[in-house]
């Protein structure tokens, strides 16, 4: 990026949350990176967890919410499904750091012997790494052993830091999210490394803290004094907050806002409020209008220059308000949980709004449905989708939901376990092979319709062992799917050929192909390096169509996904 002409070293942005924890810090830090890219900025977006698991890929979603999989494979938190599908960029195994991942590396550094004698502590050895990968030099822990031992520990030498950075740095802003709650101990080496990064960095970094403007119905008063604490906590470890984000449910009015800056020594035009709107899509704007990117580049010294239209995606919330006409879908699948599908339900969302409905999502729970209750539990649903998963609990009842919705014909969509539950419905009431399974629930079934991929079965580590990230998928002409790609623009004409990502364990047994072909499943999308079933379809359902890999970790607020966008016009007509 050149700014009047000379080039524009990286600036950092760090976004902190305060006072209690699900404030929307992810939702934030995603509109801080839409509105500057909007201003032609070229902006990545990561995120910093304190938990000790490497990653969230063996976290039960009862924990943390879904696991969101990056296009290179890394398991991540669902915060990088916000940041993907408000800005629409790529993220990578680099947007996505823990607690556990730092330490691994120092760690593992420190058997390698890299550290020549010296005592490892978490300041600085822990504090440096951590300020490494919030710099974006990225050093990758499975090449420990020819690490890069540049200093970032500054030592007061900032032009030199600042040189390292920039020589290494591709990007006009890296947003920096830290999990969890200012106070929290297992988050105090973020914030001495952000502290330190202050210092370094000087104007080329900014603090957005997030906080939460209480009302008391009691007193029918909005209560600052929760910022006021969660601010002096910051400070307390070094940081002055420069732009305060406050949550709250109600208006805050000039003079609440004036008391927090004066109280927490925040320009007032750095006080911006953040009230309940009934889309997370409409928080970019909102922030725009109340000059948060205006309040960002003044602090780091850029000219503002005029506000950007932002016309695709004020567009976007126009169809979003227009969009009336209920469809109602159920997600059939075992964690009764917001968060567990968060990518799926905005998928469905954003497809929905592009197919000028409102997609009204209901949760059904698979461990309840019954053979007895199915039709009940799925009345009033114009399709269904069968979600993705591990383990044996709750499957007969996605399997029992499978075959209702074939046998009467509702559109149906199976991801990853699901298109799995699919394949085993039809072998069962369709192939006649009633004791069909997959080998993930029963190893010892004699119908292995879903078995182990080759590669998996010599693996006895469960984290980051399955086949994981963008794999290629070719579609057979005129199928469901093939047509479904090919409405989007973005495929020319006659491609057929297309790249998604995955998160599984086991397969598509191409021993059965051909009798699931002759009764009427058809294979049509397969990885041509592995001959892999990635998509079947029944073509002559409406719309009944399985996918190996998840669709939902791809669909953005501008660029819907085009199997979504195909399955919600389906359950529309
Ligand atoms: N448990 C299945 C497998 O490992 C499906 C995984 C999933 O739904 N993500 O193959």
Not at 26 to 48: C, D, E, H, M, N
Not at 84 to 108: A, M, P
Not at 491 to 505: D, L, P, T, Y
Request: aromatic share 8%; net charge negative; hydrophobic share 35%.
């Amino acid at each position: 990026m050149t700014i009047r002409g000379k080039e524009m070293d990286t600036k950092y942005i760090f976004v902190t949350g305060g006072v209690v924890s699900s404030l929307g810090k992810g939702i934030i830090s995603a509109s801080i990176g839409k509105l500057l890219q909007a201003r032609g900025y070229k902006v990545t977006i990561q995120k910093f967890d304190p938990y000790i698991n490497i990653d969230p890929g063996t976290l039960n979603p009862y924990e943390h919410g879904e696991c969101y999989v990056t296009e290179d494979g890394m398991e991540t938190d669902l915060d990088l499904g916000h940041y993907e599908r408000f800005t629409g960029i790529h993220t990578t195994r680099h947007n996505s750091i823990t607690t556990g991942r730092i330490y691994k590396t120092v760690i593992d550094r420190e058997r390698h012997g890299d550290y020549l004698g010296k005592t490892i502590q978490v300041v600085p050895h822990i504090t440096d790494e951590i300020k490494r990968r919030m710099l974006r030099m990225e050093v990758d822990e499975l090449t420990s052993g020819q690490v890069d031992k540049s200093d970032v520990n500054g030592k007061g030498n900032n032009s030199s830091t600042r040189q390292l950075v920039n020589s290494l740095t591709e990007y006009d802003f890296v947003i920096t999210e830290v999990g969890g709650t200012i106070g929290d101990i297992e988050s105090a080496p973020f914030m001495e490394a952000i502290r330190q990064l202050r210092w370094q960095l000087g104007r080329d970094a900014v603090c957005v803290h997030l906080t939460y403007v209480p009302y008391l119905k009691a007193a029918d008063e909005l209560k600052t004094k929760p910022t006021q604490h969660s601010v002096k906590e910051l400070q307390g470890m070094g940081i002055q907050p420069d732009i305060l984000v406050l949550r709250t449910e109600r208006h805050l009015d000039d003079s609440m806002r004036l008391k927090v800056a004066s109280f927490c020594n925040v320009d007032l035009e750095c006080v911006v409020q953040s009230e309940d709107v009934p889309s997370i899509y409409e928080v970019p704007v909102r922030m725009q209008r109340q000059g948060l990117d205006a309040a960002i580049l003044r602090k780091i010294g850029i000219p503002v220059g005029e506000t950007p239209a932002m016309k695709p995606w004020n567009n976007f919330l126009q169809k979003q308000r227009d969009a009336a006409r209920e469809v109602h879908i159920a997600l059939v699948g075992k964690y009764d949980l917001q968060d567990a599908y968060k990518s799926i339900r905005e998928s469905l969302n954003l497809a929905g709004i592009y197919n000028d409905v409102k997609a009204k999502i209901h949760f059904v729970n698979s461990e309840e449905v019954t053979e007895g209750n199915v039709a009940e539990k799925l009345n009033g649903v114009t399709g269904v989708v069968i979600c993705p998963g591990f383990g044996q609990r709750g499957i007969e009842g996605k399997i029992i939901a499978t075959e209702y919705t074939r046998t009467h014909d509702i559109p149906t969509f199976g991801i990853c376990l699901g298109m799995q539950m699919m394949v085993i419905e039809f072998a069962r009431n369709v192939l006649g092979y009633k004791d069909a399974n997959s080998a993930e629930m029963n190893p010892d079934t004699p119908h292995n319709v879903i078995d182990m991929m080759e590669e998996q079965k010599s693996i006895t580590e469960m984290g980051g062992t399955m086949r994981l990230g963008a794999y290629e998928c070719e579609l057979q002409e005129g199928s469901r799917a093939y047509e479904a790609y090919n409405v989007q623009e973005s495929m020319v004409n006659g491609q057929c050929s297309i790249k998604e990502r995955h998160r599984h364990r086991y397969e598509f047994n191409n021993k059965y192909k051909e009798e699931y072909e002759a009764k009427g499943m058809k294979c049509v999308g397969i990885n041509p390096a592995a001959d892999l079933v990635e998509i079947v379809e029944i073509p002559t359902l409406k719309w009944f169509v399985g996918t190996q890999f998840h669709p939902e970790y791809s669909s953005t607020v501008l660029h819907p996904h085009p199997l979504f966008m195909s399955f919600v016009k389906a359950c529309s007509e």
